[in-house]
């Protein structure tokens, strides 16, 4: 057994040994309805810069005891962490630990190695099994470890093997068998959905048709929802190939209207990127003002009128430049880390994300998310979840928001890019 191989097998069991002591605590913020809060800092899932590597991990629970849960990795970011451009494998220790969703006690725990070839492909993929309780809901902490390439990133997610069909009990494919990571599809895809093997054979899928992004700062309430109608209902048979031929939602058999869950269509192909002038338009109404907005919409060139808007915040083209490289930056990391029944920027987490740029600190509850920007008595942002549907979280509005945000808009329509030490001049 050579030295590094030692090294490695110490660090993986300091880092059971820390694992098996992940502590909660109760959290005192007022503005949260949850009774106890992660004493760890989850904000790393949501900053790409905290480690050079960032998995994607998606869970399935395929029986009434039994969940896969898979993983990519892209291979360039391996490549990057390597020391050796010569070196072709890498190993990343993945380190889980499955805990109640209630009260956070350790149901289950494993330490596991995976030796991955990084000479080509554009990803990398592993897969593990999880034994899970009947009508149980888990939270699942996922560390990818290889200290000797400063390789650290912690994941989280949701995991419930409830009764009847939920949005765990079902697995999006391509054609080709590859995991689909994300809910949200491009116009025109095919796709195949598969069930757990406790449910029925088909499903009815509502769908719903793409409205117009409504900006509504944290600290307006927002109107209680009407019912909605779907525009169609069709009978999907799991496995059959399913063609996504509209921009919308298309939800997946579940009798609560606050419980639809499936695969939002978007018109953008490169997805979750932004590389059209054309999908660049909507999220400026985060900025912008109804009479500017309206202005760039009807202009005949849409490109010009963008720039201009841009360019007239900063006077400076080298300014502007770096404004929009940063702000639809943020934009594509929204959309790829907060879909849900639509693209991730257009979400209560989405908003925060892109105008604020990533949490100082994330602690995680049975049912929220609590951001923090800045030190000490910094300001929180508490997202609840009330369906239970995974990423599907709902800021909790406050007219105290009201003078932060005045100063975040400001700081962008100024010239500027907001960030967390500009917040209460720090």
């Given at each position: 057994?050579n030295?590094?191989?030692?090294?490695?097998?110490?660090?993986i069991s300091?880092?059971?040994?820390?694992?098996?002591?992940?502590?909660?605590q109760?959290?005192?913020n007022?503005?949260?309805v949850?009774?106890k809060?992660?004493?760890?800092?989850f904000?790393?899932?949501y900053?790409?810069?905290?480690?050079v590597v960032?998995?994607?991990?998606?869970?399935f629970?395929?029986?009434?005891?039994?969940?896969d849960v898979f993983?990519?990795?892209?291979?360039?970011e391996?490549?990057?962490?390597l020391?050796n451009p010569l070196?072709?494998e890498?190993?990343?220790?993945?380190?889980?630990?499955?805990?109640?969703a209630g009260?956070?006690?350790l149901?289950?725990?494993?330490s596991?190695?995976?030796?991955?070839?990084?000479?080509?492909g554009?990803y990398?993929?592993?897969?593990?099994k999880l034994?899970v309780?009947?009508?149980s809901r888990?939270?699942?902490?996922?560390?990818?470890?290889?200290t000797?390439?400063?390789i650290r990133?912690?994941?989280?997610c949701?995991?419930?093997?409830t009764a009847g069909f939920?949005?765990?009990?079902?697995i999006v494919?391509?054609?080709?068998?590859?995991?689909v990571?994300?809910?949200?599809?491009?116009?025109?895809q095919k796709?195949?959905v598969f069930a757990?093997s406790g449910?029925?054979?088909?499903v009815?899928?509502e769908?719903?048709g793409?409205k117009?992004?409504?900006?509504l700062?944290p600290?307006l309430?927002?109107?209680?929802?009407?019912?909605n109608?779907?525009?169609?209902v069709f009978r999907y048979?799991?496995g059959d190939t399913?063609?996504l031929d509209e921009v919308g939602?298309?939800a997946?058999g579940?009798?609560?209207?606050?419980?639809?869950?499936g695969i939002?269509?978007?018109?953008n192909?490169?997805y979750?990127k932004?590389?059209r002038?054309?999908d660049?338009?909507?999220p400026m109404k985060?900025l912008?003002t109804?009479?500017?907005f309206?202005?760039?919409?009807s202009s005949t060139?849409l490109?010009?009128e963008i720039?201009?808007?841009w360019?007239g915040?900063?006077k400076?083209?080298?300014?502007?430049?770096?404004?929009?490289r940063?702000?639809y930056?943020?934009?594509?990391?929204a959309?790829?880390?907060?879909p849900?029944?639509d693209e991730?920027?257009?979400t209560?987490r989405?908003m925060?994300?892109?105008?604020?740029?990533?949490?100082?600190v994330v602690?995680?509850?049975p049912t929220?998310?609590?951001?923090?920007y800045?030190?000490g008595?910094?300001?929180?942002?508490t997202?609840?979840n009330?369906s239970?549907?995974k990423?599907?979280?709902?800021?909790?509005?406050?007219n105290?928001?009201?003078?932060?945000?005045q100063?975040?808009?400001?700081?962008?329509?100024?010239g500027k890019?907001f960030?967390?030490?500009k917040?209460?001049n720090?």
């Amino acid at each position: 057994m050579n030295t590094r191989t030692i090294v490695y097998i110490l660090l993986i069991s300091l880092l059971s040994l820390l694992g098996g002591c992940f502590a909660f605590q109760r959290n005192v913020n007022q503005t949260s309805v949850s009774g106890k809060s992660s004493a760890s800092d989850f904000s790393s899932m949501y900053n790409p810069g905290s480690s050079v590597v960032n998995p994607q991990m998606t869970a399935f629970v395929s029986s009434d005891s039994e969940a896969d849960v898979f993983f990519r990795i892209r291979t360039q970011e391996l490549r990057n962490a390597l020391a050796n451009p010569l070196e072709n494998e890498i190993n990343i220790y993945v380190r889980y630990f499955l805990r109640d969703a209630g009260d956070f006690h350790l149901a289950d725990s494993a330490s596991l190695r995976y030796a991955f070839d990084v000479s080509s492909g554009e990803y990398v993929h592993g897969h593990f099994k999880l034994a899970v309780a009947s009508q149980s809901r888990y939270k699942l902490v996922v560390d990818f470890v290889n200290t000797h390439y400063e390789i650290r990133k912690r994941m989280l997610c949701d995991l419930k093997n409830t009764a009847g069909f939920n949005d765990d009990k079902y697995i999006v494919k391509t054609l080709s068998d590859e995991i689909v990571f994300s809910n949200v599809a491009s116009i025109g895809q095919k796709l195949r959905v598969f069930a757990s093997s406790g449910c029925a054979s088909y499903v009815d899928v509502e769908f719903y048709g793409s409205k117009d992004y409504v900006s509504l700062p944290p600290y307006l309430s927002m109107q209680a929802k009407s019912s909605n109608i779907p525009d169609s209902v069709f009978r999907y048979v799991f496995g059959d190939t399913l063609r996504l031929d509209e921009v919308g939602f298309y939800a997946f058999g579940s009798a609560a209207k606050n419980e639809k869950f499936g695969i939002a269509v978007v018109d953008n192909m490169s997805y979750p990127k932004v590389t059209r002038v054309a999908d660049m338009l909507e999220p400026m109404k985060l900025l912008c003002t109804e009479r500017e907005f309206e202005r760039i919409d009807s202009s005949t060139n849409l490109k010009r009128e963008i720039d201009a808007f841009w360019l007239g915040l900063s006077k400076n083209e080298k300014s502007a430049k770096e404004q929009i490289r940063v702000f639809y930056s943020r934009v594509a990391l929204a959309n790829m880390l907060f879909p849900c029944r639509d693209e991730g920027w257009r979400t209560d987490r989405g908003m925060i994300y892109i105008m604020l740029g990533p949490p100082s600190v994330v602690n995680i509850t049975p049912t929220s998310e609590e951001w923090t920007y800045g030190g000490g008595n910094g300001t929180v942002f508490t997202f609840e979840n009330y369906s239970g549907i995974k990423n599907d979280f709902t800021l909790l509005r406050s007219n105290t928001y009201q003078s932060v945000w005045q100063q975040v808009l400001t700081t962008w329509r100024s010239g500027k890019i907001f960030t967390v030490s500009k917040l209460n001049n720090e």
